[in-house]
């Protein structure tokens, strides 16, 4: 009975974390280019009281066994990196990415991280950052008195000046990872490199699987609102249920307490 106690509260854990997992996928519903998370489970191991394939007898063998299963666990949260919908905002430094490519940045440590967020900035400096202040990388620097900026499907990035002349100052550069999954969410919409994630592969858009850069979009989160209410409510129906069992099995071991 005590095995049944454990089992359930296995179940119980799991199913919290399911609900951390939706929890942080709803409130982030609205946040530029977000990907949602989903958790996998696997169960335990099992009690073999008799091994599949036993002999039950000199001529016969027991076809299934008996296992008996000790609960579940979560073995791992995966990260949905499919596309969002792109939102017009008509500004001209905000770049949505169709395909699997991410813009680097470089952060305060000098490190670079990775984001699909491309709500671009122009520091005091005239670099072209991210709406946290880091430069991307490759450094592109928007000359003074610049009166459009122009970019490109490819990721070229073009200004006029006062007098209507177009100048080309960069292209944007992207990163590709054999496993974006493996990457780890830092926070502010970035990224890091893993082992998980394997290197990052540049490139430029229009190549491969890197995909084509639209000006004046933002890319939406890729949360969908009435599918995460779904499974969450499933997870709690699942919690209540896995909450009912181990009151059943406290009740079974009351009944049994009071055999004279």
């Known amino acids: 009975m005590l095995n049944t106690l454990n089992t359930a509260a296995t179940g119980m854990t799991a199913q919290s974390r399911q ?3 939706i929890s942080n996928n709803l409130a982030n519903a609205d946040t530029t280019s977000f990907k949602k998370s989903r958790t996998d489970f696997q169960d335990l191991l099992y009690h073999n009281l ?5 002999a039950t007898s000199a001529t016969t063998q027991n076809p299934t066994g008996v296992q008996i299963g000790v609960g579940v666990r979560v073995a791992g949260n995966v990260r949905d990196h499919e596309d969002g919908t792109l939102r017009p905002t008509q500004r001209d430094l905000d770049i949505a990415i169709e395909g699997g490519g991410f813009l680097s940045v470089q952060k305060p440590s000098g490190e670079i991280g990775y984001t699909r967020d ?3 900035r122009v520091g005091a400096e005239g670099r072209i950052e991210t709406a946290s202040g880091y430069p991307i990388v490759p450094e592109m620097q928007i000359p003074p008195n ?3 900026i122009q970019i490109s499907f490819d990721g070229r990035v073009s200004v006029k ?3 209507g002349q177009v100048q080309e100052i960069g292209q944007i550069q992207l990163s590709a990872f054999a496993n ?8 502010g919409n970035l990224y890091n490199v893993t082992p998980a994630s394997g290197a990052p592969v540049p490139g430029t858009p229009m190549e491969g699987g890197y995909g084509r850069v ?3 979009y933002l890319e939406a989160s890729n949360v969908n609102p009435t599918v995460e209410m779904t499974d ?6 699942m919690y209540e249920l896995n909450s009912k069992v181990i009151s059943t099995a406290d009740q079974m071991m009351n009944a049994l307490n009071q055999v004279r």
């Open 19 to 21: 609900i951390e997992t």
């Open 50 to 54: 008799q091994a599949p394939g036993a």
């Open 118 to 120: 491309g709500s671009l």
């Open 146 to 148: 610049s009166r459009e």
């Open 161 to 163: 000046d006062e007098a």
């Open 180 to 187: 974006a999954s493996g990457l780890q969410a830092e926070g």
């Open 214 to 216: 639209f000006q004046g």
């Open 232 to 237: 969450m409510i499933r997870a709690q129906r």
